[in-house]
């Protein structure tokens, strides 16, 4: 390992072999430090809106605007849901194993799709990037403003696997992430509705107003994150 990995920098966890398919794996943990990011050297903030129509919805200091779609995510763990129920129902040992490997393979798909996000939000950013998540903090507890039959999903969606790996990948990026109140962080819906008024040429004092609004509330995430770091 020492002609790959530098040993004065990475540090080694414990190897585990692992076997599927035919074909075995050895996985082994490798940490390092990275250098902090500085508030003082914070280039551009990006704010992250994480739903499930839309995975994420971006919006940076630089005005440019970013959504990965759902549709496809929600359309494949419906999928799963229903072929879940249906085992449950005959209740047989085969059954139960099937059960068993269905969630183990939704699982790791999910933390795929979590992986590649997180990968393409810190990549598509330069370094000293600051990305402010809402606080989803009991958001599971929520479901009574949600539908019987969208409970599941809304439930069990894997926001907080997300935050985790956009948090360290950021680390890596010389980038931060903070969280800040979801009513805060929508605030790129303000910017959406903004560019449409003007596709469609709407008032031009509606215009003024929200630019105003938005401008406020878009930097105030960034705002309190210097005078907490101050304290």
């Not at 019987?148 to 680390?171: G, P």
Request: hydrophobic share 40%.
């Amino acid at each position: 390992m020492s002609q790959y990995f530098d040993q004065t920098i990475y540090k080694f966890g414990t190897a585990k072999l692992t076997k599927k398919l035919g074909k075995y794996y050895l996985h082994i943990p490798v940490t390092y430090d990275v250098e902090e990011s500085n508030i003082s050297d914070i280039c551009n903030v990006v704010g992250i809106d994480r739903g499930i129509n839309f995975v994420v919805a971006t919006y940076d200091s630089k005005h440019k605007s970013g959504f990965v779609s759902g549709k496809a995510i929600k359309q494949r763990r419906t999928s799963y849901s229903k072929l879940r129920k249906e085992l449950q129902m005959r209740q047989t040992p085969s059954a139960r194993r099937r059960l068993k490997a269905i969630g183990q393979r939704e699982n790791r798909w999910m933390q795929d799709v979590n992986h590649c996000v997180s990968k393409a939000l810190v990549e598509s950013n330069p370094k000293h990037t600051l990305f402010v998540l809402e606080d989803l903090t009991g958001v599971r507890n929520a479901t009574e403003r949600v539908r019987t039959e969208n409970r599941y999903v809304s439930v069990s969606w894997a926001f907080y696997d997300l935050e985790q790996k956009l948090i360290y990948k950021a680390k890596q990026n010389q980038s931060s992430v903070i969280k800040v109140d979801p009513l805060v962080i929508s605030v790129f819906s303000i910017y959406l509705v903004y560019t449409l008024s003007i596709l469609y040429g709407q008032n031009i004092e509606i215009l003024l107003l929200l630019s105003f609004l938005s401008i406020i509330l878009w930097f105030s995430p960034f705002i309190f994150y210097i005078i907490s770091s101050n304290k």
